[in-house]
């Protein structure tokens, strides 16, 4: 069975203060790891896919990346309205082919 | 504008009386998908589709069901609703049955069984 734990469930930072959120998973045959952003009252909304170990990818001021066990998503400098819940899910193959896995999430909130 | 649609967007119901969420999407995708979203529990997988008339259970299927007549519609069904099925649910769609694109998700329909 497919498994995703993030950490931390919530971190606050100051404007600026850089850090990073943890994506932990154990998946037979990874397809694809894939980070949402969520803001309250909406769906998720995709910010980036990760297929193999070693690979990264930014947008803005998030930078994603991936290991064979876990994957890190990076916010350098962030602003306030990079304040969301971050989810990290996995789609695997096998028994878990068309099943995606997500994690609990980590609610960033960004102060001024 | 590329979008997945569900509806209602709110509803309080009361325990026994069947209910249809709709969940439409204008990708022309394969693959549809329905989640719930609980405190502490993160959103977990109710049902999926890979193509039309194929469904299958995901990690939370009892208490529900699933159509997949054509493909822009996937329409979740709780058929006798109980308290415990009072959620945040989400509709979702992929142009990938491997889900090796990213899935569009829908902006979700708060259920309240009373």
């Known amino acids: 069975e497919d498994q995703v734990t993030q950490s931390p469930e919530a971190l606050r930072l100051q404007e600026g203060e850089s850090s990073s959120l943890n994506c932990s998973y154990t998946?037979?045959?990874?397809?694809?790891l894939f980070w949402y952003r969520q803001d309250p009252g909406k769906g998720p909304e995709f910010l980036f896919t990760?297929?193999?170990a070693g690979e990264e990818k930014e947008k803005e001021r998030l930078k994603a990346t991936l290991t064979k066990k876990e994957s890190f998503l990076h916010i350098t400098a962030p602003k306030p309205e990079d304040s969301a819940t971050y989810l990290c899910?996995?789609?695997?193959?096998?028994?878990?082919?068309?099943?995606?896995?997500f994690g609990q999430g980590t609610i960033l909130t960004v102060h001024p | 504008e590329a979008q997945v649609t569900q509806n209602p967007r709110y509803l309080i119901t009361v325990t026994g009386k069947k209910l249809t969420v709709t969940c439409s999407q204008n990708?022309?995708?394969?693959?549809m998908s329905w989640y719930r979203q609980d405190p502490g529990l993160g959103l977990r997988q109710i049902y999926y589709?890979?193509?039309?008339?194929?469904?299958d259970k995901g990690d939370v299927p009892e208490g529900y069901k699933v159509s997949r007549k054509e493909k822009r519609n996937f329409p979740l069904i709780l058929e006798s609703p109980s308290p415990n099925q009072t959620s945040l649910y989400f509709c979702?769609?992929?142009?990938?049955?491997?889900?090796?694109?990213?899935?569009?998700f829908g902006d979700g329909t708060r259920l309240s069984i009373l």
């Open positions: 998946v037979s045959g990874l397809r694809g």
């Open positions: 990760l297929y193999s």
């Open positions: 589709s890979m193509n039309v008339e194929v469904t």
């Open positions: 979702a769609s992929s142009s990938s049955v491997g889900l090796d694109q990213p899935q569009h």
């Open positions: 990708m022309n995708h394969e693959y």
């Open positions: 899910a996995v789609a695997g193959s096998g028994t878990s082919y068309g099943k995606l896995t």
